[in-house]
C-alpha cells in the first residue's frame, strides 16, 4: 500500500436501490466535510479508476470527503442493464441519501460525465441546488464516434459489436493484447503499465450485458442543450490531445455550451486522464474545493 493510500481514512458499503439492486461506494476522507467530491467512473471501468485522485485529494486536504462508486453492472455494484437515464436516477438517490447536505464538487469521467449530464436532464433541481463544481474529464455531450457515423453500415455495425459483447467477458488476467488496445486506443503517449494492467482488470470485472446495454444509450446519447445548466457553477473541462474516444472537439463543444467554463487540453494524453494526468485532475478538482467553501455560507443560506 502506499504512503498516500495509509493516509486516507477509507470505508466501502454498499447503497441499496429499489429494484434489489445496489450500488458499490467507497469513500476517503473527512466524515464530517464542509465540502463532499463525487467521482463517477467511465465505461467499462470502475470507481477504482479514481482512487489515485481520491488518495491524493484527501491526503492534501484531511477535511475533504471524497466519494466514488460503481455504476451498475460495473465493479462491485449489481450486474444489471442499465441506461444513461438509469445511472443518473441512481446517482440523485445517492446524493440525496448519502450527501444530503452540503456543497458537491463533481468529478465525471467518460461515462461518468454522461451521467452527470443526465443527472441535469432529470434532476435539474439537484444540479441547481446541490453543485457548486463539475470537472467534464475525457467525456462528451454527445455525437460519440462522430468521425464513423457517416460510413455506410456504422449503425448496423455498432449494433452487430453491441451485440457480440454481451457474449464475451475479458478474462481476469491483464493479457499482451488486450494492454496493447487499450495502450493504441484509449491512452497516451507514455503510458504506465500498472494503469494498463488496471484498465484491463476493470474491464474484467464489468457484466457484459450491461456493458452493452449502456454502448448502445451512451451512442444515442445528445444532451448538448442541458449543458446550459452548468452555467454560473465553476466548470473544468478536461482532454486529451490524442484522445479518440473522446475527442479535444467534444470538449470544446461542451466548454461552447457551458458559459463561463474552461477546457484544458493534455499534450500527449488519452481518455484515461484520471490516470495519465492524476496530478492535474486532483489539482483542478482542489481548486474547485477551495471555491466552494466560499459558496458554503451562501448555500447554507439558501437551504435555510
Known sequence: MSKVARIAKRMEYRFPRPDDAWLHVTEWGSPQPDVTIVLAHGWTLSS???????EILVAADPTLRVLAYDHRG????????ASLDILADDLAALIEAVVPVGPIVFGGHSMGGMTMM?????????????????????????????????????????AAALALSARVKLPSRPLFLARQGTRRGLFG???????????VLQAAQAHPRCVAALGASILEHDRHVVLSSFAGLDVVVMTGSRDRLTTVEHARIIGQHVAGSRVLIFRDSGHYLPYERREEVTAQLLGMATKA????????????
Open 189 to 199: 503517449a507514455r503510458p504506465r503499465r500498472h494503469d494498463m494492467n488496471r484498465a
Open 74 to 81: 460495473h465493479g462491485k455494484s449489481a450486474k444489471t442493464v
Open 118 to 158: 443526465a443527472l441535469a436532464e432529470r434532476h435539474p433541481r439537484l444540479v441547481a441546488e446541490r453543485l457548486v463544481g463539475v470537472a467534464f474529464v475525457s467525456t462528451a455531450a454527445g455525437n460519440l464516434l462522430g468521425q464513423y457515423r457517416s460510413l455506410p453500415g456504422f449503425h448496423r455495425f455498432a
Open 293 to 304: 467553501r466560499v459558496a458554503v455560507p451562501d448555500w447554507a443560506g439558501a437551504a435555510g
Open 48 to 54: 477504482q479508476g479514481w482512487e489515485d485522485v481520491a
